[in-house]
């Protein structure tokens, strides 16, 4: 399905993990290219069962091992956003865009975070069609048309 957004959650260093298992995550990352992929390193939490089991990785280990996860995670996550440029985009505007004044942010269809120039009281809750001149790794920039 070319313009499926499909995402996945990822915690890395789960008590017992290995190297080998840590590398068949980022293969799957790699292969599957997910559209957005939330990580966090695992850490113990009080009367959870894992929190007590053998294997606990050091934190450096889970500090590295989110690291490279996370490196990886942008770098495909930009190459998912070059799929927008110069297409145009139906966007939902939410809000207004704090750090830069008279411009607007919405996602589209697939939840991609999209920024372009619009008042936001005019725009609020509006599907907007927008023509994606920029992309990033987390977000996308636009003119509306």
Do not use: C, M
């Amino acid at each position: 399905i070319p313009d499926a957004a499909i995402s996945a959650d990822l915690i890395v260093g789960f008590p017992g993990e290995t190297e080998a298992q840590f590398e068949n995550s980022l293969r799957l990352i790699e292969d599957l290219e997910f559209d957005a992929v939330n990580t966090a390193a695992y850490s113990p939490r009080p009367g959870t069962p894992a929190a007590h089991w053998p294997g606990q990785l050091d934190d450096d280990v889970k500090q590295d091992r989110l690291q490279r996860v996370n490196r990886l995670v942008s770098k495909k996550a930009l190459d998912r956003s070059g799929r927008y440029q110069g297409r145009i985009e139906e966007v939902l505007v939410e809000e207004a865009n704090a750090r830069y004044p008279g411009q607007v942010l919405g996602r589209t269809r697939t939840n991609r975070l999209v920024f372009f120039q619009g008042e936001i009281e005019a725009l609020r809750g509006k599907l907007v069609p927008v023509l994606i001149r920029e992309s990033r790794a987390f977000s996308l920039s636009g003119t509306p048309v």
